[in-house]
């Protein structure tokens, strides 16, 4: 079992920046694939990005947003800079075991975290 906690969520203007940090509880945290995926009120969730060796992204956040772990630490970590009012959304931490390649399908992810909300104002 793991728990996963996200923190660093809050409220920026357009173009600015937010650092959102997932910590996961266990020893194995190395064994696992961690993803980012976001749910924007009345839309279905989505993939945002995630992280086995390399970070995979969704188009939409490529070249804005980036992922980075830290196995020492049992952190995940997701850049965002470059923001616009459509990342507006509550962003997830999600975990999943590792299988040979980085699943973009939530549904694929064992945990999960509570969610962080991020506001991005025009």
């Known amino acids: 079992q793991v728990q996963l906690v996200e923190s660093g969520g809050g409220l920026v203007q357009a173009g600015g920046s937010l650092r959102l940090s997932c910590v996961a509880s266990?020893?194995?945290?190395?064994?696992?694939?961690m993803g980012w995926f976001r749910q924007a009120p009345g839309k279905e969730r989505e993939f945002v990005a995630a992280?086995?060796?390399?970070?995979v992204y969704a188009d939409s956040v490529k070249g804005r947003f980036t992922i980075s772990r830290d196995n020492s630490k049992n952190t995940v970590s997701l850049q965002m800079n470059s923001l616009k009012p459509e990342d507006t959304a509550v962003y997830y931490c999600?975990?999943?075991?590792?299988?040979?390649?980085?699943?973009?399908?939530?549904?694929?992810?064992?945990?999960w975290g509570q969610g962080t909300q991020v506001t991005v104002s025009s």
């Open positions: 999600a975990a999943r075991y590792n299988s040979g390649y980085v699943s973009t399908d939530g549904d694929e992810y064992q945990f």
């Open positions: 266990g020893r194995t945290f190395s064994w696992y694939t």
């Open positions: 992280i086995s060796w390399s970070g």
